[in-house]
């Protein structure tokens, strides 16, 4: 008998193994035929049985059995009804995929055997070969079961997620079953049927008429075809400078994705893209560098908004498209562009467009960004005066940064109407190695490439970059305030505690954590060294100061756009920073921060300068938690060792057993807080922790205000610092009901959570100059310094009773007393929480907080000395800044 095999270059001379009886293509037509009526509901109930019987016969001994068992749809609603025969369809439809996979892996293994040359081979072939076939056949039967009860109970919420998933259901099912299973939340296998059934036209055309509400997760569906279709009509629209919302929506939501980048940078040059952004930019703000106040009317928001989605969305793309080409080609391609003096525009338009997608979260390929930044850089050097102003003024179009551009709403009467007008200022995005190193803030080990001579930190490059060119927003250059240069250090040191925005954490490649701590030693080294130095000869490169503005002037001190990274960088290494500041000296070994206690307060002080406390705001948070962690750790080792000691004396006892809870409660009864324990380590660190914070606060926010501003700051800083570490909200309540979702967990997952986690949270608390701060007294945060204490101690059940209850959370108020409701009246609540209170172990806790407030105070007050005296006028306006 000739069996059909799939096809071959020669014949079987056995009866190799049988495909399925029905082809794939039958059984979708059956699914087709079964599917079809729902679309018409008023005609449907007449036909239904005669439609659904149909099915069942046309795809006899397909699924056999199976489709007997299936209940008839209800008729009687029509929402019912069209679910169910949806339902069927799909079920009909999946398992007809589920027949073409039986019959290609029947296929494989018949060419296996037809490789054979005898019949005595190929007979041994299909008896090694026959449990491959046993698992295919078992693979298909549980596919008709599969089948048989996705037809018997339709509306079963497993059965239609699971159709859903496997593109077996349309891709509207999402609404049509949404009082059966929330679809939204189904991970997508492949295409929904009615889409996978498109031309490649048509899903080019569904991707961007949907594009602003399509899941990233569906596009990656399609295939590469469609999207290069995609990218055809948006390169078509850059082109010819017709960006609309419509083309920014396409492009945002196909950014990640590696066949539509490599489609559309195949499309359009850089050239295009640098005449394109050109041409907002000329619509935008018109010509020349000094149009700030210029009036441009209500439209002038939505354009720009529009012109920061382009320009992000494309530059993400380019970020896709750099890993998925050759580095050494494209690092080519934009060099040239970049530094083409012939089309002058392109040396701001699209360092750009590389910085914007690093900012918006796109990971640039590390060879090509670090290649590229570092063949710019050396470009720049080898000119004989400044190149970036120069570049800009030759093409008269001075390209701004959607970013950093200011607009200030005004309204007036046209003498009809109210009518909105805007004036704009700053943003220039001229200098285009500024740009460059913004580009590598997400991507850690092409920044770590950048900074690096292959031995270690590339000292020269380094110190040109901080100390020989201007970063400044004055003069021709118009530089960015070194806030580039800030983002490169920061995500060539603290990589490795990131997480992209768009993508998860970033690929970290041959990035190490030595390299990282070598550069950020180095970095706080050279600020520590330099910060205030009068004698600025061996700083200052005067060719590359350009003219009109920006040099260095009496004294060198951070660029102002640097501070919040610095701060970053340090809060990255919370332990190292920690550790110096209790200590007095700095720490040693690979890995760590290693700066001089000396330079550390210097940094600090660098940091705090300005009004932008952000960067200390950072570091902080990181230090509180730092600190709460340690008390924790004394805490929980303490429990360790009464806990061996406890079994040691107890031999049988069963080691996997938990103590008895009034072990357990005599334990924490006779903790580190009571009075016999003896425990100075936790008294050490908690004093630690006070010594650390005055030190902190002291040197870092003292310059520019008188001593009583100082001290409102200060306070107003610190309690923003407990708020976002331990939940410590402006109501001096300890986690209380408005604590975030990081405040309620650092404390246990302060070791995990990435530095964007603590960078998030002090973003989206309110600010240290808001009201729920400034009324802080500088006592009342002390009082959440104390409650610090007092948290951690919730947190590990030392607050419990004699009867073995935790204190709540929220029970202790910001003195660390048990509030009113809490204590028992009337016998509403346990009276053993205020019974600890007045335990040894209550006024051990009064004791430690006392230790606490005074290592702070005199902390901080030496600290403000220090930081007075380290500055030459005590006034000093920071250079930039």
Do not use: C
Not at 660 to 667: F, G, Q, T
Not at 724 to 748: I, M, R
Not at 756 to 784: F, H, L, Q
Not at 789 to 804: E, F, I, P, S
Request: a negative charge.
């Amino acid at each position: 008998m000739r069996v059909e095999d799939g096809g071959g270059s020669s014949s079987l001379l056995i009866a190799g193994f049988e495909r399925h009886d029905v082809s794939p293509g039958t059984i979708t037509s059956q699914a087709d035929a079964v599917a079809t009526p729902a679309g018409d509901v008023e005609n449907f109930n007449a036909d239904l049985t005669k439609k659904h019987n149909t099915a069942r016969e046309g795809v006899a001994g397909v699924i056999a059995t199976a489709m007997e068992g299936a209940d008839a749809p209800t008729k009687n609603q029509a929402r019912t009804l069209i679910q169910g025969i949806t339902i069927g369809a799909g079920a009909i439809r999946h398992f007809g995929t589920a027949v073409e996979t039986f019959n290609g892996a029947v296929d494989g293994l018949n060419n296996q055997i037809r490789s054979e040359k005898t019949r005595e081979d190929q007979l041994k072939k299909k008896a090694a070969l026959s449990g491959q076939h046993a698992g295919a056949v078992e693979t298909l039967q549980s596919a008709a079961r599969t089948a048989k009860g996705q037809l018997t109970d339709p509306l079963d919420p497993k059965h239609v997620s699971a159709l859903y998933a496997a593109g077996a259901l349309p891709s509207f099912a999402p609404a049509m079953f949404s009082n059966v299973a929330d679809l939204t939340k189904v991970k997508l296998t492949a295409l929904p049927v009615d889409l996978a059934n498109m031309t490649d036209r048509e899903q080019a055309d569904y991707i961007k008429q949907n594009a602003a509400t399509l899941d990233p997760a569906l596009i990656a569906l399609f295939g590469p075809a469609a999207k290069q279709m995609v990218a055809q009509d948006v390169g078509a629209a850059i082109k010819n400078k017709a960006i609309d919302r419509a083309t920014v929506d396409v492009l945002s939501s196909l950014k990640n994705d590696p066949a539509f980048a490599k489609a559309l940078y195949s499309t359009v040059t850089p050239d295009e893209f640098s005449k394109a952004i050109a041409h907002i930019n000329l619509d935008l703000f018109g010509v020349g560098p000094d149009r700030n106040g210029a009036t441009f009317p209500g439209t002038a928001k939505d354009k720009l908004a529009l012109y920061d989605d382009f320009i992000d969305a494309a530059g993400v793309t380019l970020a896709t498209y750099s890993r998925t080409v050759d580095a050494d080609k494209l690092t080519d391609t934009w060099f040239d562009a970049i530094t083409d003096r012939d089309n002058p525009t392109n040396a701001a338009a699209l360092t750009l467009l590389l910085r914007e997608g690093g900012e918006a979260g796109g990971e640039y390929d590390a060879a090509f960004i670090s290649d590229l930044s570092s063949r710019v850089l050396d470009w720049e050097r080898d000119q004989d005066d400044a190149v970036w102003g120069p570049l800009a003024e030759a093409s008269g179009q001075w390209i701004r940064d959607p970013d950093r551009v200011t607009l200030n709403e005004y309204t007036f009467n046209n003498g009809y109407e109210d009518e909105t007008n805007y004036t704009f200022e700053g943003g220039h995005a001229t200098d285009g190695l500024a740009n460059l190193l913004g580009a590598m803030g997400s991507s850690p080990e092409g920044a770590q490439r950048f900074f690096s001579d292959g031995d270690g930190v590339d000292d020269d490059r380094l110190e040109y970059l901080m100390f020989k060119r201007t970063f400044s927003s004055e003069g021709v250059t118009r530089s960015d305030e070194g806030d580039g240069l800030g983002e490169a250090l920061e995500a060539a040191t603290t990589g490795h505690l990131r997480s992209g925005e768009n993508s998860g954490p970033p690929s970290l490649g041959d990035y190490t954590d030595e390299r990282a701590a070598a550069l950020a030693s180095k970095v706080f080294t050279l600020i520590g060294e330099n910060r205030g130095t009068g004698n600025t000869d061996h700083l200052l490169d005067p060719k590359k100061q350009g003219t009109g503005g920006g040099g260095i002037g009496d004294e060198w001190h951070m660029w102002s756009e640097m501070r919040d990274s610095i701060g970053n960088i340090g809060a990255g290494y919370a332990e190292d920073v920690y550790r110096t500041l209790a200590n007095g000296q700095g720490v040693d070994g690979d890995g760590k921060l290693t700066v001089s206690y000396d330079n550390l307060n210097a940094v600090l002080g660098e940091i705090g300068r300005g009004d932008d406390k952000s960067g200390i705001e950072v570091l902080a948070t990181a230090l509180v938690i730092e600190g709460n962690d340690r008390m924790g750790e004394e805490i929980a080792e303490y429990e360790r060792e009464a806990i061996a000691e406890w079994r040691a004396a107890h031999p049988n006892h069963p080691a996997g057993e938990p103590l008895p809870a009034e072990v357990m409660k005599n334990i924490k009864n006779a903790s580190v807080l009571a009075e016999d324990s003896a425990d100075r380590e936790l008294t050490d660190v908690v004093e630690d922790n006070g010594r650390v914070l005055g030190r902190l606060l002291g040197q870092s926010v003292t310059v520019d205000m008188d001593d009583e501003e100082a001290a409102a700051a200060r306070a107003a800083l610190a309690a923003k610092a407990f708020d976002v570490a331990t939940g410590f909200l402006p109501g001096n309540e300890v986690l209380g009901q408005g604590a975030s979702e990081l405040a309620k967990t650092a404390f246990d997952t302060a070791k995990s959570q990435g530095l964007d986690a603590i960078k998030s949270g002090v973003t989206s608390a309110p600010a240290p100059t808001s009201d729920a701060y400034r009324a802080t007294t500088d006592n009342a945060w002390r009082e959440n310094l104390q409650g610090g204490l007092a948290n951690v101690l919730v947190q590990y059940g030392y607050t419990a009773g004699n009867d073995g209850q935790d204190l709540p959370r929220d029970a202790l108020d910001s003195n660390g007393h048990v509030k009113r409701e809490f204590v028992a009246e009337g016998g509403t609540a346990p009276t053993s929480w205020h019974d600890w209170w007045d335990s040894d172990a209550g006024n051990n806790y009064g004791t430690l907080r006392e230790s606490m407030d005074q290592a702070f105070n005199n902390a901080e007050e030496e600290a403000v000395e220090d930081a007075k005296n380290r500055e030459d006028d005590g006034n000093q306006e920071s250079r930039g800044g």
